[in-house]
């Protein structure tokens, strides 16, 4: 469902934004999108951070993210009323049929995507996609994986290990290789297509977070290979 704000000039439409970011990053979820550039570029300073906190922190991560995307030097730029200097008032006079709508909330940054701009930015990004896995490598790994201790239910620790679905990942053979003192290490081959599978990743996120890591006490990579 659409936000709609109404006058982000005053005070009350600063408050419906302000209201509206209370427990939010950004205006529609997690991520900037354009609906926050719409609505950022609709404001013309950054709100009070007494009168409307959340308002004003959204403001500020808005405009960091901005500032990286567009590094650039800005010398300002500012929109009203006054009169503009003599050496521009022919041009203000070529605008001036754009400009009788002075209604910030009419102001589109982006406008709409057609059906056809639609279907051919999904084409471009599906060729994109087909075309990078065709050119990506593969790579053969040997992966040493540690348990707890000589207590560690290693069948249970291999049912889990090989439960991590990636596209991408493909799990070979494996066998388990004391270690002393009772304890055995899993390892494990496994097969990745470069381009959509990290090692580390795979290490770091799946395989000694919760659950798994109630089994694995650590992961070590003991030879990798391009294939």
């Known amino acids: 469902m659409a936000v709609i704000f109404s006058n982000l000039h005053t005070e009350a439409g600063l408050k419906s934004v302000n209201d509206h970011l209370s427990g939010k990053t950004y205006i529609s979820g997690d991520q900037l999108t354009k609906d926050d550039i719409k609505v950022y570029g609709a404001i013309s300073e950054q709100p009070s951070s007494d009168l409307y906190p959340n308002a004003s922190k959204w403001y500020q991560a ?3 993210k901005l500032a990286s995307s567009f590094p650039g030097k800005a010398v300002g730029v ?4 006054q009169a503009a200097p003599a050496e521009a008032a022919p041009a203000k006079e070529a605008a001036k049929p754009a400009a009788d709508d002075d209604d910030d ?3 589109d ?3 709409e995507e057609t ?3 639609k279907a051919a930015a999904e084409s471009r990004e599906a060729a994109k996609a087909s075309t990078k896995k065709k050119e990506s490598g593969k790579s053969s790994v040997l992966m040493d994986v540690k348990p707890w201790d000589d207590e560690t239910d290693m069948k249970k620790l291999e049912e889990a290990v090989r439960g991590v679905q990636m596209e991408g990942l ?3 053979a494996s066998k388990l290789v004391p270690v002393g003192y009772g304890i055995k290490k899993l390892q494990i081959m496994l097969t990745i297509i470069d381009d959509l ?3 580390d990743t795979l290490i770091e996120e799946r395989l000694t977070e919760e ?3 109630e089994y694995v006490q650590s992961c070590d990579i003991v030879a990798f290979n391009k294939i």
């Open 62 to 64: 808005v405009s960091a």
């Open 78 to 81: 500012r929109f009203g009323s």
């Open 105 to 107: 909330d009419d102001i």
């Open 109 to 111: 940054l982006f406008g």
């Open 115 to 117: 059906e056809e701009e």
């Open 170 to 172: 493909l799990w070979g």
């Open 197 to 199: 599978v990290s090692v």
């Open 211 to 213: 659950p798994i890591n």
